[in-house]
């Protein structure tokens, strides 16, 4: 139990123990100087990525029994939540490390899993590359085909947005293998290897916000892939990620709020010093109000996020759940964030001030691993179910 | 008190570098000399040395009213085998009442080990002396937590009462050469299979041009405030303009802007001088306590609430980057002038 | 190797602030932590057992609560740890506390059969500041002592070590076993991994007191035992009622330091 009511009160000691290694460790080796350098850069640090992976915190993803950090759901979403607080950007890749790696423990083989988790324990990075420039959540619209030429299948394609596309050595790749329909038959998952000929990386995404975060392009050029590196049956793959997908909701928002909670403490800082009409605005009432509109989104945002966590632990995985973490996290991030720029005023609108910073890095939350759009149509689709004709 | 009558005297151990006296072992003669008055007792200087003819004339010169000398090889260097064998020796023999050892880091390798042997009290890092007046032991004052708290420390139930004092604390009396004394010579020599520790080799690292805190009369010192290693070029313009030595606060070491030689504070040195000029620090108790006790503190700060202004005689509110050069400017015309 | 490295639980001194009216310390609420000096010994000890192998015994004398500062050193290379405490042990000084140590480190070697190579100590605590511990631990014990080190290397039944000086630092060698201090290192201390954490986490911290301790006397620790004796504490004066200036261009306000101070006849 902590004395700040804004920290999550029911850590286990291990938890804690592990949140309290991030701050140590982050607090000292990515100083805002360096954070601010890589925003600018647009450079992930992978010098401090490799020290944190060394601690154990490579392959979060990966149970123990393949080599990995075996953290349970919970867990993860916390090591992530203050990972974000220190930089974005930085977490979005770091902890995307292992993403690529989720799909095989719904539909790999015992061999894949265990080879493929030492490889992520060692600090290999997997990205997952599925979105293409004309089809992202509607992936009937893939057009990457993986043709069989015997043992093999010969992949063509371009994907783009991909996370850590220019500093992995593995890819989950989504190609059409088969006749593709509305319920996403026809796709399958395949593992490339980055030094497989064919296989390039393109420019890096000039992004808005979390810009130390990795994001290429990637392009397959007759890239012959085996077929032992299919993920799960032939034409199953998107099936395989919508279900990986229903589990990796409550990790994916975390980072979010870590950002959410860093705009927080600076607007709190800051209202206690910032003097106008003679007392520090913290002792206006409409900062106060702002600040308690603050404090209750991160706080629901995070039980929201903690029980959808709690659930994947328990085995049970609701896409509807996660569709209403993922949306609501994201927005009450990005709306903490605002509310804080707001509250600095102009130095909120200054590069010199990490604010705006905030403000873009928690913008993509709304926008990536499915826009909101669709986690509502998701959510509303189940609300009101099937309608007999 | 009866108990200790065969105890007498208050000794000051003269630590030397390289065959020649430390500054500290010659400022403890000033307060040593007032306390063995006010206890009805001598103050004996006592050097350990390979030659000690100079050292020995330097503490007359400075107000020992006796010296003990031991002469030897084995004592060119410090060593802690040597040194605590020797001083046992002389313990027993004379029987002080009392001790003063510079804080040095050889005085606090051979005062623990020494009052150890002794079992007796040792108190470390002192910054004030005096007699306590209820029971006349010596009352030795120190810094703890940091600096944050001051201690007062008796010995009453043993003897000697060894303390080792701060360096740049007290200062050295006016020399007197013409003032001399009695000087025994005791001849102690170290059986050979007690020591156990070699210096290989002392490596000296401060260039000579870097004027040493200790003894400068005007050091200008720079803090995180600078915000960057090259800015110290600043606070060395301004240094030389003085004349001064350049110091640095721990969050500039820390940070590795320079080299840790040039720490003052509570893990660093502590300074006394005429004018202590701190630059971009904010003066955290751990760096007061390494130069609270200059003459004439002047801050510069952009931060009207940094600490440091608490202990400032003299304070400017504002950017260093901008008065600093202007100062630097200002004193070489005043000194062309 | 068989090391032992003793550590002290101290609050973070660097966070303590003095209450403006009482003018005390304001203990409350400043975290504990272990004493910086020591987690650099501990780091030194952890280097030679990455380089040699061996074992690391962590002791630390202190109330229960020190537990967590053992099994912080557990996290970052300590392989056991003990907390020597017992009640008798209280007010103890300098000397009684050395005793105590050095009683415990027979008491250790007689548990184990096996002597310590090397011991370990901080230069000083950042609470009682003394740094006078170890060295009368070596006494205690009878073994060579090196203070003040900031880098040490084993060669055969030797050590070499670089000492810090004001001037630079010297080199100096003895045999093994030595008590040293650790000053700051050039190496920082190392991060846990998570799995030496969690595992310290669980680790049974074995409480060592006058029970284990039969070959102390107890008259020889705490305020019995202890020769220097406090007569007060209290908290530096500040000095305060200095001259601020601060005119609207800074250049003005560095023009007008430099007269005063001139015309105090301080330059």
């Given at each position: 139990m902590t004395d700040n009511f804004l920290d999550y009160q029911l850590m286990t000691e291990d938890q804690q123990s592990l949140v309290d290694m991030i701050h140590e460790f982050m607090s000292k080796e990515m100083p805002q100087e360096l954070v601010e350098k890589n925003d600018r850069e647009g450079h992930f640090s992978m010098d401090v990525a490799k020290k944190l992976g060394e601690m154990g915190f490579y392959a979060m993803d990966v149970p123990e029994q393949y080599g990995g950090a075996g953290f349970d759901c919970v867990t993860i979403c916390l090591i992530r939540e203050a990972l974000g607080y220190y930089c974005g950007g930085f977490a979005n890749s770091f902890v995307g490390q292992s993403f690529g790696y989720k799909p095989l423990l719904l539909a790999g083989t015992e061999e894949q899993k265990m080879e493929y988790g030492q490889r992520l324990a060692n600090g290999e990075f997997w990205a997952t590359a599925l979105t293409e420039p004309q089809g992202g959540s509607d992936a009937v619209n893939t057009r990457t085909k993986a043709v069989k030429d015997g043992d093999d299948y010969i992949i063509n394609g371009n994907k783009c947005f991909v996370t850590n596309g220019g500093i992995s050595n593995l890819y989950t790749v989504s190609a059409v293998t088969g006749e593709t329909n509305l319920r996403g038959e026809g796709i399958s998952l395949f593992i490339v290897e980055r030094d497989f000929p064919g296989v390039s990386m393109g420019k890096h995404e000039d992004k808005m916000g979390i810009r130390a975060s990795n994001t290429t392009e990637l392009t397959l050029q007759d890239v012959r892939v085996p077929a032992k590196n299919l993920i799960g049956p032939v034409n199953t793959g998107y099936q395989t990620m919508m279900k990986m997908l229903a589990r990796t909701r409550p990790t994916g928002c975390a980072p979010a709020l870590g950002i959410a909670r860093r705009a927080i403490d600076l607007a709190i800082d800051y209202s206690r010093q910032r003097i106008t009409f003679g007392k520090p605005i913290g002792k206006h009432q409409g900062i106060q109000f702002k600040l308690a509109d603050m404090a209750i989104r991160l706080q629901t945002a995070r039980n929201q996020m903690i029980y959808n966590a709690t659930l994947v632990d328990q085995g049970v995985y609701d896409t509807v759940v996660g569709s209403i973490t993922k949306a609501y996290a994201s927005e009450a991030a990005f709306q903490i964030c605002v509310d804080a720029q707001q509250i600095f005023a102009g130095y909120g609108y200054s590069k010199e001030y990490p604010l705006e910073k905030l403000v873009r890095d928690a913008r993509i939350y709304s926008i990536f691993e499915g826009p909101n759009e669709v986690q509502r149509w998701i959510i509303g689709n189940r609300l009101v179910g099937k309608i007999k004709k | 008190m009866s108990i200790f009558a065969d105890y007498k005297n208050l000794w000051v151990f003269i630590e030397t570098y390289k065959g020649k006296a430390r500054s500290v072992g010659l400022e403890l003669l000033n307060p040593g000399k007032e306390l063995a008055r006010q206890m009805g007792e001598s103050m004996v200087a006592v050097i350990l040395g390979d030659d000690n003819q100079e050292n020995i004339a330097a503490a007359f010169a400075y107000g020992a009213d006796e010296v003990i000398s031991v002469e030897g090889p084995e004592f060119a260097h410090y060593n802690t085998e040597a040194y605590t064998y020797a001083m046992e020796k002389l313990v027993e023999k004379y029987k002080p009442s009392t001790m003063l050892i510079g804080a040095t880091i050889y005085g606090r390798d051979f005062g623990p080990r020494l009052a150890c042997r002794l079992k007796t009290g040792l108190t470390a890092d002192c910054t004030a002396l005096s007699i306590d007046?209820?029971?006349g032991n010596m009352a030795w004052t120190r810094p703890a937590f940091g600096g944050n708290l001051m201690a007062t420390i008796l010995c009453p139930n043993t003897r000697p009462q060894i303390g080792t004092v701060r360096p740049g604390v007290f200062k050295k009396v006016e020399a007197d050469s013409a003032h001399k004394g009695n000087v025994i010579k005791e001849a102690i020599s170290v059986p050979q299979d007690i020591i156990k520790t070699r210096l290989v080799e002392s490596i000296q690292e401060i260039s000579g041009e870097i004027i040493k805190l200790e003894d400068a009369e005007i050091i200008v010192s720079g803090g995180r405030g600078l915000g960057r290693p090259e800015n110290f070029s600043y606070v060395r313009e301004l240094a030389e303009a003085l004349g001064a030595a350049v110091g640095a606060s721990r969050a500039a070491v820390d940070a590795g802007w320079i080299p840790h030689a040039h720490q003052v504070g509570q893990t660093g040195k502590t300074v006394g001088p005429k004018i202590y000029i701190a630059c971009g620090i904010s003066g955290a108790i751990q760096h007061l306590a390494g130069m609270?006790?200059?003459d004439c503190i002047v801050a510069i700060n952009k931060d009207p609430e940094a600490p440091i202004f608490s202990v400032a005689d003299y304070g400017i509110v504002g950017d260093l980057f901008e008065i600093l050069p202007v100062m630097a400017a200002e004193i070489k015309k005043l000194k062309n002038a | 190797m068989n090391i032992l490295v003793c550590v002290k639980q101290v609050p973070d001194t660097m966070e303590i602030k003095i209450d403006p009216v009482t003018n005390t310390l304001i203990r409350d609420g400043v975290p504990s932590i272990v004493n910086p000096f020591d987690s650099y010994a501990l780091e030194l000890a952890a280097r030679i057992k990455d380089e040699t192998g061996g074992k690391i015994t962590v002791v630390c004398m202190g109330p229960k609560q020190a537990e967590a500062a053992l099994k912080e050193c557990l996290a970052v290379g300590g392989d056991k740890a003990y907390l020597v405490t017992d009640r008798a042990f209280g007010g103890s000084d300098t000397l009684a506390t050395s005793y105590i140590l050095s009683c415990t480190v027979q008491y250790l070697e007689e548990l184990s059969g096996e002597k310590f190579d090397i011991i370990f100590c901080g230069k000083q605590a950042i609470d009682g500041d003394t740094g006078q511990v170890g060295s009368e631990m070596a006494e205690h014990i009878g073994l060579p002592q090196i203070t003040c080190i900031q880098d040490i290397k084993v060669e055969g039944d030797k050590i070499v070590v670089r000492q810090e000086m004001d001037e630079g630092y010297n080199v100096l060698e003895t045999k093994l076993p030595a008590v040293v201090s650790v000053t700051k290192t050039p190496y920082e201390p190392r991060y846990p991994t998570v799995k030496a954490k969690l595992a310290a986490n669980r680790a049974q911290i074995t409480h060592i007191t006058t029970a284990e301790l039969t070959?102390?006397?107890?008259?020889?620790?705490g305020l019995k035992g202890s020769p220097t004796k406090v007569k007060k504490t209290f908290t530096p004066q500040r000095k305060g009622g200095g001259t601020i200036i601060q005119e609207d261009a800074p250049a003005d306000s560095a023009v007008k330091l430099v007269a005063l101070m001139s015309g105090a006849a301080l330059i």
């Open positions: - | 007046e209820e029971s609270g006790g200059s | 070959n102390l006397t107890v008259e020889r620790t």
